[in-house]
């Protein structure tokens, strides 16, 4: 690892405190040196807060070594104004001369812009130091940007022979019925934090009327998807509590948005994931876990429109029930938590 390689990594362990907060933001971190020495770093935490190239020039105690030092930041400098000024600016207001980029910014409104604006302003600028890495830790951002759709994750838990749910269970109190252990289901409540909507179908939402946050994690609770072709979940369910951003999808507008609840009327005669997809893009909802049903999974699936799926196969066996989804486990790892396995697959389609 060279000396350009082992300050970008730096500023992407920086940039990993801001997962599920700087939405609709990237994760950006950004250290400056001099003298081989980190003498200011930072990293965006917040959108509308300051970026990470103005933390990193904000904790230098020094500002006069600014002039002779080295600024290395993740993510292309931004160009623009938006909630806060551009940071080409202040890179070049505090006369930084040189700057190592790990990766172009996606977005239209950056794209190169920001670098070439250094590049005018005289600044000896760097491009593409890991690269790859500094693309995985925004993946979010650039699936958003490049295919105008949110980064899914599809998450479920299945029995030892393959089932989601035991038949004709008994489950009038619409409890859940728990495959996983205690640690696996926190785990998806801290996955929850990270991503911005989760989505689900009706019939998840009438037997388990679920509520769909992060109770047992500390973070944001994600926004709530919800498929309802016939309008039949009950009024009274968790999901109506207007609690967190909700969008409802049915074929048919009987119910009036509120403050926090949208209701969209899509055309279900035709395939719906493009319109849930493109609702989502406008609403600038950059990554999404769809934890259910069946038949909503196995959409996304044979659409082939994921991006990865995190599958626990839990202690017991059911002998029959709702079968697990069909999925290509290749380029899978497995990891085991207690007496869980987790099953993760990335989808390079």
């Known amino acids: 690892m060279n000396i350009q390689e082992k300050y970008i990594k730096r500023c992407i362990e920086l940039a990993q405190n801001g997962l599920g907060t700087t939405y609709p ?3 950006v971190g950004s250290v400056i040196v001099y003298d081989d020495q980190i003498i200011g770093e930072g990293w965006h935490k917040k959108a509308g807060e300051p970026h990470a190239e103005v933390n990193a020039v904000k904790s230098v105690k020094d500002k006069s070594l600014l002039k002779k030092a080295t600024i290395y930041v993740s993510l292309e400098p931004c160009s623009h104004f938006g909630k806060t000024p551009p940071c080409c600016g202040l890179i070049i207001a505090n006369e930084i001369p040189n700057v190592v980029v790990g990766t172009v910014d996606p977005n239209e409104k950056v794209a190169g812009k920001g670098i070439l604006k250094l590049i005018e302003a005289g600044a000896n600028v760097t491009v593409g130091v890991l690269e790859d890495e500094c693309n995985e830790l925004n993946k979010r951002f650039f699936t958003f940007h490049q295919k105008k759709r949110p980064y899914i994750i599809l998450k479920w838990a299945e029995s030892q022979d ?15 019925i728990w495959i996983t252990n205690t640690y696996s289901r926190q785990l998806v409540h801290k996955w929850r934090t990270e991503e911005q909507a989760i989505l ?6 009438i037997d388990d009327n679920p509520k769909l946050n992060a109770r047992d994690w500390s973070g944001n609770n994600p926004a709530r998807v919800v498929i309802d072709r016939e309008n039949k979940i009950d009024d009274n369910s968790f999901i109506f509590d207007d609690t967190v951003k909700t969008i409802i999808f049915s074929n048919e507008n009987k119910k009036t948005s509120t403050a926090n609840t949208q209701f969209k009327v899509i055309d279900f005669s035709k395939n719906i994931i493009p319109e849930i997809l493109d609702v989502l893009y406008k609403n600038q909802i950059q990554s999404i876990i769809i934890e259910g049903g069946r038949q909503t999974l196995q959409s996304f699936i044979d659409e082939n429109i994921w991006d ?13 029930g709702t079968k697990a989804p069909i999925i290509s486990r290749k380029n899978n ?5 207690l007496s869980d396995e987790l ?4 989808n390079y389609d």
């Open 25 to 27: 933001n990237p994760m």
């Open 162 to 176: 393959g089932f989601l749910a035991p038949e004709k269970a008994n489950n009038q109190d619409r409890k859940p």
């Open 343 to 346: 099953i993760q697959i990335r």
């Open 200 to 205: 689900v179908g009706k019939q998840t939402v």
């Open 333 to 337: 790892t497995k990891t085991t938590i």
């Open 308 to 320: 990865e799926a995190r599958i626990f196969v839990g202690k017991p066996s059911f002998g029959n």
